[in-house]
């Protein structure tokens, strides 16, 4: 991707996007989800993490002064403790372990140089997991949290909250008023963490006939 240097507002804010699927790219590039975001915030930069980083298409697709594209293998693989930490998490109803559990999960994560590094360069103000029920992006939300960065996850699909997610972001954004109680009763998220956004949309495309 082209990156030409400019004079940024002193205050710009780097949004950290994690989209690690076929079907997510869809859904906030092609479905006008990024550019949304892009017209309605001028303060923020979007950094795109995708294994898709060097696909021309992808780079002309997603081409603006505010994008920076950067390179995010699908993650598959935590270490023993992690992993034994993020099962006792999703098995428990209480506010008060869940946090605690997360924690010591992020705690339990390996550091990662190349996070480092990228955030380092684009300090981050919000990471996002565009897909939180799976692993694929775990290692990123996980050390955000390790580094107190915010973090947030987009829920995919209408029954990916009463499934747990496999990432616990600060704050979630969810589909619609049952996603919203199981957002406070599965998960033990407070009201002012949940935020009802609607279904992703390629789902309200094809609802729409």
């Known amino acids: 991707m082209v990156r030409?240097?400019?004079v940024e507002p002193p205050d710009v804010r780097n949004v950290y996007i994690v989209i690690s699927q076929g079907m997510l790219y869809r859904d906030f590039v092609r479905l006008g989800v990024l550019r949304a975001l892009l017209e309605r915030?001028?303060?923020?930069?979007?950094?795109?993490?995708?294994?898709?980083y060097s696909v021309p298409e992808v780079l002309d697709e997603v081409?603006?002064?505010?994008?920076?594209?950067?390179r995010h293998d699908v993650f598959t693989d935590r270490t023993r403790w992690a992993s034994y930490a993020a099962f006792l998490r999703r098995s428990r109803r209480s506010r008060l372990a869940i946090d605690a559990l997360a924690r010591l999960e992020a705690w339990l994560s390996p550091t990662s140089p190349a996070l480092d590094a990228l955030f380092a360069k684009y300090p981050p103000a919000l990471v996002v997991t565009t897909h939180p029920l799976v692993l694929n992006e775990w290692d990123v939300i996980t050390f955000a949290r390790k580094r107190?960065?915010?973090?947030?996850?987009?829920?995919?699909s209408w029954?990916?909250?009463?499934?747990?997610?496999?990432?616990?972001?600060?704050?979630m954004a969810v589909w619609?008023?049952?996603?919203?109680?199981?957002?406070?009763?599965?998960e033990?998220?407070?009201?002012d963490e949940i935020r009802m956004v609607g279904p992703t949309p390629s789902i309200a495309t094809s609802c729409q006939g």
């Open 41 to 52: 915030a001028p303060d923020v930069r979007v950094i795109l993490l995708t294994q898709a």
């Open 63 to 70: 081409r603006h002064e505010r994008v920076v594209v950067e």
């Open 176 to 186: 619609g008023r049952a996603n919203y109680r199981e957002a406070i009763e599965v």
């Open 188 to 191: 033990r998220y407070r009201e």
């Open 4 to 6: 030409t240097k400019q």
């Open 148 to 156: 107190r960065v915010p973090t947030a996850a987009v829920v995919k």
């Open 159 to 171: 029954d990916n909250i009463i499934r747990r997610p496999e990432s616990r972001g600060d704050s």
